[in-house]
């Protein structure tokens, strides 16, 4: 079953830094599309960066300039680094990717979510 595992979220200051990852499991085919979403208590869930198969990115206007995604096809991972963090960025971040596994259906994935709180 394709798993995708995020890490690297925490407590951190206001100005601080995170690098979020996100990893993909064994079985997979290929990997078309990744992102990184978030969601905030109350809010809905909505697009923070999103890198394609051949490297292109697009960012949320809010985020822009602070945060970086980049992804290691060898490696099926995918990266944010988040700078210049504000309390605004705490929410519950996911990975998405839009994959073909060995096994089941083709289409979007979801990992679990990794907190990040940015204290002010």
């Known amino acids: 079953q394709v798993q995708l595992v995020e890490s690297g979220g925490g407590l951190v200051q206001a100005g601080g830094s995170l690098r979020l990852s996100c990893a993909a499991s064994?079985?997979?085919?290929?990997?078309?599309?990744m992102g990184w979403y978030r969601q905030a208590p109350g809010k809905q869930r909505e697009l923070v960066a999103a890198?394609?198969?051949?490297?292109?990115?697009n960012y949320a206007n809010s985020v822009k300039g602070r945060f970086t995604i980049s992804r290691d096809n060898a490696k099926n991972t995918m990266y944010l680094q988040m700078n210049s963090l504000k309390p605004e960025d705490t929410a519950v971040y996911y990975c998405?990717?839009?994959?073909?596994?060995?096994?089941?259906?083709?289409?979007?994935?979801w990992g679990q979510g990794t907190q990040v709180t940015v204290s002010s």
């Open positions: 998405n990717a839009r994959l073909t596994p060995y096994s089941g259906p083709p289409g979007p994935y």
């Open positions: 890198i394609t198969g051949g490297g292109s990115t």
């Open positions: 064994r079985g997979i085919v290929s990997i078309n599309a």
